[in-house]
């Protein structure tokens, strides 16, 4: 099982390809030239399990968990054999909320501490606010999520990128026809999907879930930890990059809409992330960003095998947070006697 088709190379067609040539495979991925940026390209890049659980599943929880303690050695190496400023920031996570807004602070630590049990106080600790962003005031308690960290996913993607066009083939071009060891009209020992969106015709209910983000720099501004915004109807998050340049974003619409960001979007993020640090205030935009997000009816993450053909698809609004342990997965298929079929998602 040694040549191996990837049609796709967003994070999850593209880590997989990074990950199948390291273990000395020989990788063909699909992807035409990118003049639009990709859903991948745009993500805020948070590896952020314990957030998500709030409206999320144990499954993606665990997955993103397991991903954590993969990507570390990911980005070393990716950055060891590209030179690209690579991290992996473990710094955690801050969750707050204006005093009006206190009963959505509470709701978010009951929903997690439901779903946590006996376990809460190891990934959601209570805290003053000040204590790990002195910078921040206005806010007095809060809750700390040590579990958490952020990458660049735009940097990380193009390193990958990068990678695989040295030690792979690159065909530059929609696949048109993508079958069981089949891709066109080349043969391969298997063949990943991993297409987004665009595979929308052949998973059943998959949708769009269109997202928004801001790029700010913000030379007044020093928050060295990912930031949530409690708000009874979106969550903000504030996840900041090197130079004092901060990722805003919050919104989600069930929608494949990819038109620009609208008006009263940029309105409530700018406001938000105002309201958070006043130095945004004199904060430069030097990206406004919308995309779509692959996602199922259940929002779950999705494999399905048949001999010859993977699928991997749903990542939703945790490509980055689920496709270490999602792809450490779906390639057991490829050493597996007994190839894993499955349905739907992949619990
Ligand atoms: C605003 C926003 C913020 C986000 N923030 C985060 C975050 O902080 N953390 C996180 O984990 N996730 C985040 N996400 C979600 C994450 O971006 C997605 O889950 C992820 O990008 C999905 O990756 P993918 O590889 O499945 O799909 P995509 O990135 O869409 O990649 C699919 C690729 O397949 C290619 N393709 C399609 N059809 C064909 C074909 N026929 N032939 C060849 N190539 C084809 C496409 O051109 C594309 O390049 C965010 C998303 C948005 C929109």
Same mark, same amino acid.
Request: aromatic share 8%; charged share 20%.
């Given at each position: 099982?040694?040549?191996?088709?990837i049609?796709?190379?967003?994070?999850?067609?593209?880590?997989? =390809?990074?990950? #199948?040539?390291?273990?000395?495979?020989r990788? &063909?991925? %699909?992807?035409?030239?990118? !003049?639009?940026?990709i859903?991948?390209q745009? /993500? =805020?890049g948070?590896?952020?399990?314990?957030?998500?659980? $709030?409206?999320?599943?144990?499954?993606?929880f665990?997955l993103?968990l397991?991903?954590?303690?993969?990507?570390?050695?990911?980005?070393?190496?990716?950055? &060891?054999?590209?030179?690209q400023?690579?991290?992996?920031? #473990?710094a955690? !996570?801050?969750?707050?909320?204006?005093s009006?807004?206190?009963?959505?602070?509470?709701?978010?630590?009951?929903?997690l501490?439901?779903?946590?049990?006996k376990?809460?106080?190891?990934?959601?600790?209570?805290m #003053?606010?000040?204590e790990?962003e002195?910078?921040?005031?206005?806010?007095?308690?809060?809750?700390?999520?040590?579990h958490?960290?952020?990458?660049? =996913?735009?940097?990380?993607?193009?390193?990958?990128?990068?990678?695989?066009?040295?030690?792979?083939?690159?065909?530059a &071009?929609?696949?048109?026809?993508?079958?069981?060891?089949?891709?066109?009209?080349?043969?391969?020992?298997w063949?990943f999907d991993?297409?987004?969106?665009?595979?929308?015709?052949?998973? /059943?209910?998959?949708h769009?879930?269109?997202?928004?983000?801001? #790029?700010?720099?913000a030379?007044d501004?020093?928050?060295?930890?990912?930031?949530?915004?409690?708000?009874?109807? %979106?969550?903000? %998050?504030?996840v900041?990059?090197?130079?004092n340049?901060?990722?805003?974003?919050a !919104? $989600?619409?069930?929608?494949?809409?990819?038109?620009?960001?609208?008006?009263?979007?940029?309105?409530?993020?700018?406001?938000?992330?105002?309201?958070?640090?006043?130095?945004?205030?004199e =904060?430069?935009?030097?990206?406004?960003s919308t995309?779509?997000?692959?996602?199922?009816?259940?929002?779950?993450?999705?494999i399905q095998?048949?001999?010859?053909?993977?699928?991997?698809?749903?990542? %939703?609004?945790?490509?980055?947070?689920?496709?270490p342990?999602?792809l450490?997965?779906? &390639?057991?298929?490829?050493?597996s006697?007994?190839?894993?079929?499955e349905?739907?998602?992949?619990?």
């Open positions: 099982m040694n040549q191996i088709a049609v796709g190379a967003g994070i999850a067609g593209s880590l997989l =390809a990074f990950q #199948l040539i390291r273990q000395g495979k990788v &063909t991925i %699909y992807q035409p030239e990118i !003049t639009q940026k859903c991948s745009v /993500a =805020a948070m590896l952020a399990p314990t957030s998500e659980l $709030e409206q999320g599943s144990e499954q993606v665990q993103g397991r991903s954590i303690q993969l990507w570390p050695e990911i980005i070393e190496t990716l950055k &060891t054999e590209t030179g400023p690579l991290y992996c920031d #473990l955690g !996570t801050l969750v707050i909320s204006h009006q807004d206190q009963a959505s602070l509470k709701q978010f630590y009951n929903s501490s439901h779903k946590l049990g376990d809460t106080q190891s990934f959601c600790q209570s #003053l606010i000040t790990k002195s910078e921040i005031n206005g806010f007095q308690h809060g809750y700390w999520l040590p958490e960290a952020h990458i660049n =996913a735009s940097l990380t993607l193009k390193a990958l990128h990068e990678y695989i066009q040295q030690n792979g083939e690159w065909i &071009t929609e696949a048109n026809c993508i079958e069981p060891n089949k891709v066109d009209d080349r043969k391969y020992d063949v991993c297409r987004g969106l665009q595979a929308k015709k052949d998973i /059943a209910k998959m769009g879930v269109r997202g928004e983000r801001i #790029l700010l720099h030379p501004v020093h928050i060295r930890h990912m930031i949530r915004l409690m708000h009874p109807r %979106y969550r903000l %998050y504030i900041p990059r090197p130079d340049h901060f990722i805003v974003g !919104t $989600e619409i069930d929608s494949d809409d990819e038109s620009p960001i609208s008006v009263r979007s940029t309105l409530e993020l700018l406001t938000a992330a105002y309201s958070v640090h006043k130095g945004f205030a =904060a430069r935009i030097v990206d406004l995309q779509v997000r692959p996602a199922t009816w259940d929002r779950e993450p999705y095998s048949k001999t010859g053909l993977t699928r991997i698809n749903g990542l %939703y609004r945790h490509g980055y947070l689920l496709a342990a999602l450490e997965q779906a &390639t057991r298929v490829l050493s006697e007994h190839f894993v079929i349905t739907g998602a992949i619990s």
